[in-house]
């Protein structure tokens, strides 16, 4: 059983940066596909970026050249970092591990509890 634990959300301002840490666990995690969603009250939860060591990475149209997202060498810990913070980039952040899909769709199999991330203009 992989276990992911978000943490690193908050606050900021328009144009500001945060990073979000994903720390993850379990048996051949290191061979899964990672990702980042996102999701605001009423809506459906959204794919931010993924990743996979041998596929590669997808953003969203909404983050491509604001966000990046990284893993360490050792496959422990996933990275969001956030530049250029907007307002609509405010909702609940989620980290996601999957053994086989790879995309920005609500298919992950393990699920953080999420962390929040608020902008103010």
């Known amino acids: 059983q992989v276990q992911v634990v978000e943490s690193g959300g908050g606050s900021a301002q328009a144009g500001g940066s945060l990073r979000l840490t994903c720390a993850a666990s379990?048996?051949?995690?290191?061979?899964?596909?990672m990702g980042w969603f996102r999701q605001v009250p009423g809506k459906e939860r959204v794919g931010v970026a993924v990743?996979?060591?041998?596929?590669?990475?997808i953003y969203a149209d909404a983050v491509k050249g604001r966000f990046s997202i990284s893993q360490d060498s050792a496959k422990t810990t996933l990275y969001l970092q956030m530049n250029s913070l907007k307002p609509e980039d405010t909702a609940m952040y989620y980290c996601?591990?999957?053994?086989?899909?790879?995309?920005?769709?609500?298919?992950?199999?393990?699920w953080g509890q999420g962390t929040q991330v608020t902008v103010s203009s």
């Open positions: 379990g048996p051949t995690y290191s061979r899964y596909c």
């Open positions: 990743t996979n060591p041998s596929t590669g990475t």
């Open positions: 996601a591990a999957d053994p086989f899909y790879f995309g920005l769709a609500d298919r992950f199999t393990y």
